[in-house]
């Protein structure tokens, strides 16, 4: 895993997280992780968008019948 630091943080800001991190019973270093790891989730945009690119790309594509499938596996058991 990759590491960060960051300069210069007014000091109000990282008694602001301070406060966050002892309110959830966390160390200050896994509250901004956890801050880190919100902000860093794609938009609900950037997945809308994707899940288009996906359904364009196999658009037509898809040709499995899958009621076959699911009766051979019935009459395996």
């Not at 794609?42 to 699911?70: F, H, K, Y």
């Amino acid at each position: 895993m990759g590491q960060i630091l960051v300069r210069n943080l007014d000091d109000d800001v990282i008694e602001r997280l301070k406060d966050r991190a002892r309110l959830a019973n966390l160390s200050l270093e896994q509250q901004v992780r956890d801050i880190l790891r919100e902000a860093a989730k794609p938009s609900r945009q950037a997945l809308l968008e994707e899940m288009d690119r996906v359904r364009a790309a196999t658009r037509g594509q898809v040709t499995i019948d899958s009621t076959q499938i699911i009766r051979e596996e019935r009459d395996r058991r």
